[in-house]
Nanobody
Framework: QVQLVESGGGLVQPGGSLRLSCAAS????????MSWHRQAPGKQRDLVAT???????NYADSVKGRCTISRDNAKNTVYLQMNGLEPEDTAVYYC???????????????WGQGTQVTVSS
C-alpha cells in the first residue's frame, strides 16, 4: 500500500505563514503529480496547487502569489509554503499523489488524512 502523511498545520494569525509537508511511503516505483487540496467546513474539497514530477506547478486563483508548492522526489515529499494567510484559508488541507507502485503498473490516486490549518487572531 501507499501512505501519505501530512504535517505542519496549526493555528496562525492573519498575515502569518505555515509550511505544510506530506511524505509518501510504502510500495512506490514512481510518483507522478502531487497536489494539495483543502476543505473548509460545509464546503467541497477544492484544489490548492499541483506539481508534476518535473516541477511544473499550477495554483488556484485564490492562493496565487501567496503559496508555493514544491517537492523532493528523492524523499517522495511535497511541500506547501503558505504566506499572507487569511481567515478564509482556514480548512483541512489534504495532499494527494498519483502513484505507480510497480514498473509498468497502473497509476492510482492516494490521499492523506489531512492537517488542520486555522487562521485566526
Amino acid at each position: 500500500q501507499v501512505q501519505l502523511v501530512e504535517s505542519g498545520g496549526g493555528l496562525v494569525q492573519p498575515g502569518g505563514s505555515l509550511r505544510l509537508s506530506c511524505a509518501a511511503s510504502g510500495t512506490i516505483f514512481s510518483i507522478n503529480a502531487m497536489s494539495w487540496h483543502r476543505q473548509a467546513p460545509g464546503k467541497q474539497r477544492d484544489l490548492v496547487a499541483t506539481i508534476t514530477r518535473g516541477g511544473t506547478t499550477n495554483y488556484a486563483d485564490s492562493v496565487k502569489g501567496r503559496c508555493t508548492i514544491s517537492r523532493d522526489n528523492a524523499k517522495n515529499t511535497v511541500y506547501l509554503q503558505m504566506n499572507g494567510l487569511e481567515p478564509e484559508d482556514t480548512a483541512v488541507y489534504y495532499c494527494g499523489a498519483t502513484v505507480q507502485r510497480y514498473y509498468r503498473g497502473t497509476l492510482d490516486d492516494y490521499w492523506g488524512q489531512g492537517t488542520q490549518v486555522t487562521v485566526s487572531s
